[in-house]
Nanobody, 123 residues
């Protein structure tokens, strides 16, 4: 089993920056199965949406609405993924969730989620 814990959310003015972190913990075996990691967000009354993903090799994908403003990175040695958010807009206000693909019992695919961290951007 893998546990994901996010941190770094908070209140910031429009145009400001925040850096989110997500640390993965668990058994050596479970941690070793983690592949792609990513960030999603969910605003009030809206569906959860993909923000960015990163592979173990560092390949990244971004949603169009964050390209050029957000940067995802990971430190495999620390089992941590980051989301640097610059030029924040009020519409970026949401709960941000960390996500990781891994393997569970019998090596079956298993998707893990963190508890979420609130990001609020004031105008």
């Amino acid at each position: 089993q893998v546990r994901l814990v996010e941190s770094g959310g908070g209140l910031v003015q429009a145009g400001g920056s925040l850096r989110l972190s997500c640390a993965a913990s668990g058994s050596t075996f479970s941690i070793g199965t983690i592949g792609d990691m990513g960030w999603y967000r969910q605003a009030p009354g809206k569906q959860r949406e993909l923000v960015a993903t990163i592979s173990t090799g560092g390949s990244t994908t971004y949603a169009d609405f964050v390209k050029g403003r957000f940067t995802i990175s990971r430190d495999n040695a620390k089992n941590t993924v980051y989301l640097q958010m610059n030029s924040l807009k009020p519409e970026d206000t949401a709960v941000y969730y960390c996500n990781a693909d891994g393997r569970g019992s019998y090596l079956l695919p298993k998707n893990y989620w963190g508890q979420g961290t609130q990001v609020t951007v004031s105008s």
